[in-house]
């Protein structure tokens, strides 16, 4: 388990932490898309004055800004975790601690990001499950190393 998400109601873990990340990136564009249908209409608002319902647009724009800066802050935050392939908690351990975590089951950025999302690019940003694993058994960066290195032996020595 990740963490439990109020937003969500429900829990993040490796089979909806795809979803949790698409839903949170959604959630940025939608606002971003927001502000920027709306952006002409308050400026012409504020230049002539002729919009009937600009307490309206004003307000959602201003909500809209303000979800958009916080939810943005949240998304790199959890996408820099997604690479380092560490949780939530974990995060918040390292950074009251400040000592580093276990490295253990960071593969690198592109191994981390493809256990969560899956190999298939064209389903990164459909809200299917594509994980890899199965949620009890993980890969490690001392087991990734070791096969690397009896591949290798095994490749140079027949």
Not at 34 to 57: E, S
Not at 83 to 92: A, D, P, Q, R, V
Request: charged share 15%; proline share 3%; with cysteine.
């Amino acid at each position: 388990m990740d963490h439990h998400c109020p937003w969500i109601a429900n829990c993040v873990g490796l089979h909806n932490q795809k979803l949790f990340l698409l839903t949170v990136l959604y959630t940025v564009l939608y606002c971003s898309f927001y502000m920027a249908t709306t952006g002409p209409f308050i400026t012409d608002y504020f230049q002539d004055q002729k919009y009937a319902n600009h307490v309206a647009v004003t307000a959602g724009f201003s909500l809209a800004a303000l979800l958009d800066c916080m939810v943005v802050i949240f998304y790199f935050y959890h996408c820099s975790l997604l690479f380092k392939n560490s949780t939530t908690l974990e995060g918040i351990q390292k950074e009251r601690s400040l000592v580093q975590g276990s490295k253990t089951y960071n593969l690198g950025a592109r191994k981390n990001f493809i256990q969560v999302f899956g190999r298939k690019w064209y389903r990164w940003f459909l809200p299917v499950y594509s994980s890899e694993g199965d949620g009890c058994n993980w890969e490690t960066r001392e087991a990734q190393n070791s096969t690397a290195r009896t591949c290798s032996r095994n490749r140079h020595n027949p």
